[in-house]
């Protein structure tokens, strides 16, 4: 039987925004959806400040691209990374897109991949916008991702135990107690917590793992004053408590 053919996914990366020390955590993230064949960096590389992108470039396949301050002030990065992420949705090639930022001028780019059915993980900092966050399919914070890393690497044992975790939101909390209300429950009150996953997945961009968690189970479990959980044979249910 032949191997399963694996998604053609596409990372775009603003080096003016975000740090080169979450590519790692980020690539790992973006196996999820396929296999990461198109890897750009954007760019004044004459900058001294973006020095360390050029360190890593090779290590991780990066291809550099060269985007000069034609305005003092000013960079032209968002421009030339929306138009070659156009030109790769018009290729009909590419099926999903990483872009690492936290520039809201992605906004719009973003509505647009995703209006052609195409999964966009946006991955940037905790001072990315709302509105960025919000219109990519996930959002992941690349300086929890990197801490998660470093806590994984030093513990192994305790990162998959939760080293690491910060408190949920409660806006968190009430989506996820939304999803399960109108997720298909049994005469118990439990319902699956896969399609639960979904229905939140498909309301909103959070991702388990900006709050230190492997599994949206993880997450659940430790909250066990809101939630209870039952694994059955069939898989792992939910019940909202209060």
């Given at each position: ?12 990366i603003?080096a ?8 790692d955590?980020?690539l790992t993230v973006?196996a999820?959806l396929g296999?990461?064949?198109i ?7 004459a900058?001294?400040a973006?020095?360390?992108?050029d ?13 000069f301050?034609?305005t ?6 968002d421009?030339a990374m929306?138009?070659?992420?156009m030109d790769l949705?018009?290729?009909g090639?590419v ?6 930022s936290?520039?809201s001028?992605f906004?719009?780019l973003v509505?647009?991949l995703?209006?052609d059915g195409?999964t966009?993980?946006g ?10 966050r919000t219109?990519c399919s996930?959002?992941?914070?690349v300086?929890?991702?990197?801490a998660?890393a470093a806590?994984e690497e030093?513990?192994p044992?305790?990162a998959?135990a ?5 408190p949920v939101?409660?806006?968190?909390i009430?989506?996820l ?5 109108a997720a298909k429950?049994?005469k118990?009150?439990?319902a ?6 979904n ?7 959070f991702d ?6 492997r ?16 694994r059955?044979?069939?898989?792992v249910?939910?019940k909202?408590l209060?």
């Amino acid at each position: 039987m032949p191997e399963k053919e694996l998604k053609n996914i596409a990372l775009l990366i603003d080096a003016d925004n975000v740090s080169p020390a979450g590519i790692d955590p980020v690539l790992t993230v973006l196996a999820e959806l396929g296999q990461v064949n198109i890897r750009r960096t954007y760019g004044n590389w004459a900058k001294a400040a973006l020095s360390n992108w050029d360190k890593i470039s090779h290590r991780y396949g990066l291809q550099p691209v060269q985007q000069f301050d034609l305005t003092k002030g000013k960079n032209a990065t968002d421009i030339a990374m929306t138009i070659d992420a156009m030109d790769l949705l018009n290729t009909g090639k590419v099926d999903g897109f990483g872009i690492m930022s936290s520039d809201s001028d992605f906004t719009p780019l973003v509505t647009r991949l995703r209006q052609d059915g195409m999964t966009v993980y946006g991955f940037g900092t905790e001072k990315a916008p709302e509105a960025f966050r919000t219109a990519c399919s996930r959002f992941l914070d690349v300086d929890k991702l990197i801490a998660a890393a470093a806590n994984e690497e030093e513990s192994p044992d305790l990162a998959g135990a939760g080293g690491g975790r910060t408190p949920v939101d409660e806006d968190v909390i009430e989506l996820l107690a939304a999803a399960w209300k109108a997720a298909k429950r049994d005469k118990h009150g439990f319902a699956s917590l896969s399609e639960v996953g979904n229905i939140a997945n498909n309301r909103s961009s959070f991702d388990v793992r900006n709050f230190g968690y492997r599994r949206l189970s993880d997450l659940i479990e430790a909250n066990a004053d809101r939630f209870r959980v039952e694994r059955r044979d069939g898989g792992v249910f939910v019940k909202r408590l209060r």
